[in-house]
């Protein structure tokens, strides 16, 4: 079994702050990407770090969260096989699921309590979620079958950055694969599994919640 050689980041913008720092494989077409491509990622590290900015006001965090997700679903669209498009639709997935956590919506489903605006939000939000982690699901498989497929995995993803394929390869097997996917999907289940009026719905959103984060350590 892959030894776990990163930190598993479930916040919004973990796994983007460790792909900008390893790039795109040389034999991907991530590599060649337009300058574009490059713009969207200055656009989305802005942002991610103006939403840390300590006094940031209510208006003004909707406003860099907006723009933050408007950029990245750019990105996504411009380099749907970029290796590192798994951690992009992920951090999407996390930027809702947090958003329905802070106004206490998800809570509220959870508990049977919600009101009928919150039924709306939390199942649009949750569906959302859903269909992100299984669209990282297929850019993760899709990652790792041509980054296994580089001859040697020791050499670095590009000239100018000496992390190798394989640290790459760890951060999609060992923290997307094996733990962000399933958690967001399995978060976004339950909620599903909560406001679904129909019986075999709910129960197959229940178990699919049940075996995504039942297998997480």
């Not at 913008?13 to 337009?34: E, H, K, M, N, Y």
């Not at 574009?36 to 006094?55: D, I, K, T």
């Not at 993760?140 to 390869?169: F, G, H, K, N």
Request: charged share 25%.
């Amino acid at each position: 079994m892959r030894m776990m050689r990163t930190k598993m980041f479930l916040v919004a913008g973990g796994a983007f702050a460790l792909s900008v720092a390893l790039g795109a494989p040389a034999d991907t077409a991530a590599a060649r990407q337009p300058e574009s491509v490059h713009s969207l990622l200055e656009q989305v590290q802005r942002h991610a770090a103006a939403l840390m900015r300590v006094g940031l006001t209510p208006d003004e965090a909707r406003i860099h969260l907006a723009e933050l997700r408007a950029a990245r679903s750019k990105l996504i669209d411009s380099a749907p096989d970029d290796w590192r498009a798994p951690s992009w639709l992920l951090d999407q997935a996390a930027d809702l699921a947090n958003q329905l956590a802070a106004a206490g919506t998800e809570a509220s489903v959870l508990a049977g309590i919600p009101t009928e605006p919150e039924r709306k939000d939390a199942y649009e939000a949750a569906w959302e979620v859903f269909q992100l982690a299984a669209r990282a699901d297929d850019a993760a498989a899709r990652a790792v079958r041509r980054l296994e497929s580089a001859p040697d995995p020791s050499q670095p993803v590009t000239d100018s950055d000496r992390t190798s394929i394989d640290d790459a390869l760890a951060i999609v097997i060992d923290q997307e694969q094996a733990v962000r996917i399933p958690y967001y999907r399995g978060r976004a289940a339950a909620v599903l599994a909560a406001l679904e009026a129909e019986p075999t719905d709910r129960s197959e959103h229940a178990r699919v919640a049940m075996e995504s984060l039942g297998g997480l350590r």
